[in-house]
């Protein structure tokens, strides 16, 4: 049960995604946001939560196949890819960045985002979440945690859908404050979703950075325990 509580840094990890917010954002600010952000938000908690469904079923398993062991080997295993994965992406987000004087490329898909439907809305969002190398490894983990913990599968299933509920907070709420149409709001949205494109490079870097160290931590743990 002590793993559980390496769950909170892996929502927070998940939860900082800078390019699925400018998405949210740049759909509320267009003609159809109020109801094409829902169904954006929407598909992109389901494929989170589908991903830590199937790390919960695979360490469940693999628990079930070896008992005592299974269930550790597969956190371990995915513990030192995190490591290594998010050291080498910290390094390739700082080495992308843009240089003093250049401005910050907005993702192309944006230009298409003012005239998105409900329907493509779902389909971005289960590209965005689908597709995340960030958060992606991180929905395994969580799932792997809680698989291997061992709770009846109705406390794991409703733990799995918190954890993706707390992983997608920065989707959720944006969502829930441009449905209000307030101007205040809407201009707020605007400036975070400039702030957002500007300082990606930066932002995931130090993310990066931080999750890489988290990770470090929790291997040498469960190498020495």
Not at 51 to 56: L, S
Request: charge should be positive.
């Amino acid at each position: 049960m002590s793993e559980l509580t390496s769950l909170l840094p892996l929502a927070v990890g998940m939860a900082i995604s800078p390019l699925p917010i400018v998405a949210v954002v740049a759909i509320l600010l267009s003609p159809r946001g109020r109801t094409a952000a829902p169904v954006y938000t929407a598909a992109f908690v389901f494929v989170t939560l589908v991903a830590i469904g199937v790390g919960a079923a695979t360490s469940a398993g693999a628990s079930a196949a070896a008992p005592g062991t299974g269930a550790k080997i597969v956190v371990l295993v995915l513990t030192a890819l995190l490591t290594a994965g998010f050291a080498v992406f910290a390094i390739l987000s700082w080495r992308g960045r843009p240089r003093p004087g250049d401005e910050p490329a907005a993702p192309g898909w944006l230009a298409a985002v003012d005239a998105i439907t409900p329907s493509r809305a779902a389909g971005l969002g289960v590209l965005m979440a689908a597709t995340n190398s960030k958060n992606l490894p991180l929905e395994l983990k969580g799932g792997a945690l809680l698989g291997a913990a061992h709770l009846p599968i109705a406390v794991t299933a409703l733990l799995c859908i918190a954890l993706a509920f707390a992983g997608s907070l920065s989707i959720v709420v944006p969502a829930v404050l441009g449905a209000t149409g307030r101007p205040a709001v809407v201009s707020a949205l605007r400036r975070l979703k400039d702030e957002m494109i500007a300082h990606n490079a930066v932002i995931m870097t130090v993310l990066f950075a931080i999750l890489a160290a988290t990770e470090a931590a929790h291997l040498i743990r469960q190498l020495t325990a």
